[in-house]
C-alpha cells in the first residue's frame, strides 16, 4: 500500500483479513494468499483430500479498488460486541469493512468528505469558498419632488383625497 494514503487500517472483507488504504480517489483493499479456517478445518476433517481437490491457496485474494467517485453511499452497523461493518456502496458493488468500533467513525467521516469533495485532492488547493455577492443596492428613492408631483397628479385623478394627499405630503417634506 502506498505511503500516499489518507488512511490505512486492517479489517475482515469477505471472511478474509485484508490491508486497506484510503486516498483521495479510491480505496483499496489487498486480500493475502492463505488459507482460511474452513479450508484448514475440511482438509483436517477429510484427511487431507480436500485439500487436495481444491489446492491449498486462497481463491479469493488479491487487490481489488473502488473510486470515490462511484460511491454512492456510506453507513455503519454494529456486528457483534467488538466490530462495527462500515458498509461501502458503490455503483455494482457492496463492501463490507468490519473494524473496530472505535475506528468506524473515522473511517466513515473520512469517506463520506472524500465523497462529498470537502477534502482536496493530492497536490491542490482547499476548495476557495463560494464568493460573497454584495448586497443589491437598494433602488434609488425618486426625489421628494417627483414624489410630491406623482402625488398631486394621484390626488388630480381622484384616487387620492385631499387629507391623504396633505398627509403624504407632510411625510415626505420630514424625511427631507
Known amino acids: 500500500m502506498s505511503s500516499n494514503a489518507l488512511m490505512t487500517f486492517k479489517s475482515h472483507i469477505e471472511g478474509k ?3 486497506v488504504a484510503i486516498y483521495h480517489d479510491r480505496v483499496e483493499w489487498n486480500r493475502g494468499r492463505g488459507m482460511s479456517a474452513k479450508k484448514l478445518t475440511a482438509g483436517f476433517l477429510t484427511g487431507g ?8 491457496r486462497s481463491s479469493n485474494a488479491g487487490t481489488e479498488m473502488i473510486p470515490v467517485k462511484s ?20 455503483s455494482g458493488n457492496t463492501i463490507d469493512f468490519r473494524v473496530p468500533h472505535d475506528s468506524a467513525p473515522g473511517i466513515k467521516a473520512l469517506l463520506t468528505d472524500l465523497v462529498l469533495g470537502k477534502i482536496p485532492a493530492a497536490g491542490q488547493a482547499a476548495p476557495a469558498a463560494p464568493p460573497v455577492q454584495a448586497a443589491a443596492p437598494a433602488p434609488q428613492m425618486s426625489a421628494p419632488v ?8 394621484l390626488r388630480d385623478a381622484g384616487i387620492l383625497s385631499e387629507e391623504e394627499f396633505a398627509a403624504k405630503k407632510a411625510e415626505i417634506l420630514a424625511r427631507m
Open 71 to 90: 460511491i454512492s453511499s456510506v453507513m455503519t452497523k454494529r456486528d457483534g460486541l467488538m466490530y462495527t461493518k462500515v458498509v461501502v456502496v458503490a
Open 49 to 56: 483430500a480436500s485439500l487436495l481437490a481444491t489446492g491449498v
Open 146 to 153: 417627483e414624489q410630491l408631483r406623482q402625488l398631486a397628479e
Open 17 to 19: 483479513n485484508a490491508d
